[in-house]
C-alpha cells in the first residue's frame, strides 16, 4: 500500500511557547516529530527536535510557510469553545500562508465544529 491513510499522523509542529510584539504572535519555542512510514523501504524511523528562538531580526518575507502544492490538515489550536469542549479548529488548507483567526471561512468551519462537539457531547449522556 502506497496511500497514507486519511487523517494520518505523519508529522507535528508544536510551538511551546510565544512572545507578543506590537500586536503580532512570535513564537519562543517549537517541538516537532515524524514518524516513518510502514510502506517504505526504510520504515521505522522517527525524526524528533526542539528550537529556540535565539534573536528577531527584520528580514525579506518568506516565500511560503506551506507547500501549495499539497494540501496540509490543519489543527489550529487558538481555536477553543470551553462550552462544547472543542479544543482546536481543523481544517483543510492550500495557501502558502496560515489565515488570520477572524477569517470568515474559518469561523464558519469553528461554528460547524462546536455544533459537532455539542451533539458528541448530548449523545453520550
Known amino acids: 500500500m502506497t496511500n497514507i491513510t486519511e487523517g494520518a499522523l505523519t508529522f507535528h509542529f508544536a510551538v511551546t511557547a510565544t512572545t507578543n510584539f506590537l500586536g503580532r504572535t512570535f513564537p519562543l519555542r517549537f517541538e516537532f516529530f515524524q514518524k516513518g512510514r510502514d510502506f517504505l523501504q526504510n520504515e521505522g524511523w522517527f525524526k524528533k527536535g526542539v528550537g529556540t528562538l535565539k534573536s528577531i531580526r527584520e528580514v ?41 483567526m477572524d477569517d470568515p471561512v474559518l469561523q464558519d468551519k469553528f461554528k460547524v465544529r462546536i455544533e459537532q462537539a455539542r451533539r458528541h457531547n448530548q449523545g453520550g449522556k
Open 60 to 100: 525579506e518575507a518568506p516565500k511560503s510557510l506551506f507547500n501549495p502544492a499539497m494540501q496540509q490538515t490543519i489543527v489550529d489550536w487558538r481555536f477553543h469553545d470551553e462550552a462544547s469542549g472543542a479544543e482546536a479548529n481543523i481544517y483543510t488548507w492550500t495557501n502558502q500562508f496560515t489565515p488570520q
